[in-house]
């Protein structure tokens, strides 16, 4: 259960979360320039979220759930619709001055699993730290 773990147990999921995160985005974008940005995201979060969390005064095992929920969050939404996302997104890089409409299944999967995500985590904040 959640309520047992420390804030090293957090940091230690938080990692491994940032290089399933990675791997799975990095092979889920089909171009160099989505998948730079997709990679570097998580490191931007380590870098300005821990500070910010501690200078606001969050708990640190609070932060890092949010953080490992976030980013799993985006795993569970894009690697199920990566082809249909990947094709959006090479054609909007091919077409930069025309708006690509994005694929409905893919965008409907993004929606509902954004919010069964959201609210499972919310279900399970009172048990973190």
């Not at 730079?36 to 708990?59: E, H």
């Not at 930069?96 to 509902?112: E, H, N, Q, R, S």
Request: proline share 6%; net charge neutral; hydrophobic share 55%.
């Amino acid at each position: 259960m959640p309520s047992h773990l420390t804030t090293d147990d957090w940091g230690l999921i938080a990692a491994g979360v940032t290089v399933v995160y990675m791997a799975a985005m990095y092979r889920c974008m089909p171009t160099q320039k989505a998948k730079w940005r997709m990679v570097i995201a998580p490191l931007a979060g380590w870098v300005f979220l821990l500070p910010n969390a501690a200078i606001k005064g969050y708990s640190v095992s609070h932060t890092l759930y949010i953080y490992s929920g976030a980013l799993m969050m985006f795993v569970i939404m894009f690697v199920p619709v990566a082809k249909r996302v990947a094709s959006d997104i090479v054609e909007q890089e091919e077409k930069p001055w025309d708006k690509v409409p994005v694929d409905t299944f893919a965008l409907y999967w993004m929606i509902g699993a954004a919010t069964v995500c959201i609210a499972g985590g919310a279900y399970l904040w009172p048990f973190v730290a």
